[in-house]
């Protein structure tokens, strides 16, 4: 009988592999497993920034709010990724500009724009009318539907991402532990700030797609949060973020493919797994690298 049960297990997993093979034959495969490498490299990067600076809030208020712009895209029948770039741009400008004008926590400012914006999109997508494909895809994620043009904005966008923090590398890690020392040493601190800001909006706007509006923050947030419980050293802690990020993202499209899941979750769900595993390990077992 248990002979029997194992040939069957045997069985399944190898008719799965093979559908798997057969599926990374097809265009739309192999451009969600293009998007999750580049998506992965991109939140495993910025996301390593966004822990250390305490972003972590910000990027989810600007992935919430990005509802504004889905449902805009809907009601004026534009591409939801055209309207969400420049939305999710603008908000994240002008939501940092009050923190750094008012004297409100920075918190409560976030909570009040994400509050307005999604209660605004809310109301807008109350307006739709019949078929809601494009917004139900876009507020859940389908990496499985990213087209060439997703790609090409992920590519871009990492490749503008990687020059500029890489090429400013040491005036980051400054700017990251000390501002007031960065700004005495002569480091355009404003800039480089609105700059990152700027780049991680985006990098919301193009990974809602892949994972979501309800998931982007995490997919932004557990790479680098995993790779920071294993290093204290900010070289080893960058690259394990990056690895930690395409390769969980590699794993979650193919247990999404397995296992007949929504590849959104998917993703996520291994990176929260693969934290906790290693979470567990690193405090169980050995000190950070």
Same mark, same amino acid.
Request: with cysteine; charged share 5%; aromatic share 8%.
């Given at each position: ?32 497993? !293009?998007?999750? &490498?580049?998506? +992965? &490299?991109?939140? +495993? ?59 409100? !926590? ?16 809310? &109301? ?18 389908? %990496?499985?539907? &990213? ?10 966008? @990492? ?26 040493? +002569? ?14 909006? @985006?990098?919301? !706007? =193009? ?5 979501? %509006? ?52 998917? =993703?996520?769900?291994?990176?929260? %797994? ?16």
């Amino acid at each position: 009988m248990q002979l029997l049960e194992t040939c069957q297990t045997n069985y399944l997993l190898l008719t799965a592999l093979d559908n798997l093979i057969d599926l990374l034959q097809l265009p739309f495969m192999q451009r969600a497993v !293009a998007g999750a &490498i580049l998506m +992965g &490299i991109l939140g +495993g990067l910025l996301g390593s920034f966004v822990t250390l600076r305490h972003l972590s809030f910000f990027s989810h208020a600007v992935g919430h709010a990005a509802l504004v712009g889905i449902a805009l895209g809907v009601l004026l029948q534009i591409n939801p990724t055209w309207m969400l770039l420049p939305f999710t741009l603008v908000f994240g400008l002008v939501v940092i500009y009050f923190v750094d004008k008012t004297d409100l !926590a920075s918190d409560s400012i976030l909570s009040i724009a994400l509050s307005g914006a999604l209660a605004i999109g809310l &109301i807008l997508s109350s307006l739709i009318q019949g078929y809601r494909g494009n917004l139900m895809s876009v507020l859940f994620g389908d %990496i499985l539907a &990213i087209d060439t043009t997703d790609l090409t904005l992920t590519l871009l966008l @990492l490749l503008g991402s990687g020059i500029f923090l890489l090429s400013t590398l040491r005036s980051q890690i400054l700017l990251t532990l000390n501002p007031a020392v960065a700004k005495v040493q +002569g480091i355009p601190v404003q800039l480089y700030r609105y700059s990152f800001i700027v780049l991680l909006s @985006l990098a919301v !706007a =193009i990974a809602i797609k892949a994972v979501g %509006i309800l998931l982007v923050n995490a997919f932004l947030v557990i790479p680098a949060s995993t790779a920071k419980v294993m290093t204290h050293y900010f070289s080893h802690f960058l690259i394990m973020s990056i690895i930690i990020g395409s390769t969980t993202s590699i794993a979650g499209i193919t247990a999404s493919v397995l296992f007949k899941l929504a590849s959104g979750p998917s =993703i996520v769900i291994v990176q929260f %797994i693969t934290f906790l595993l290693v979470f567990s390990w690193i405090k169980l077992t050995i000190k950070p690298l």
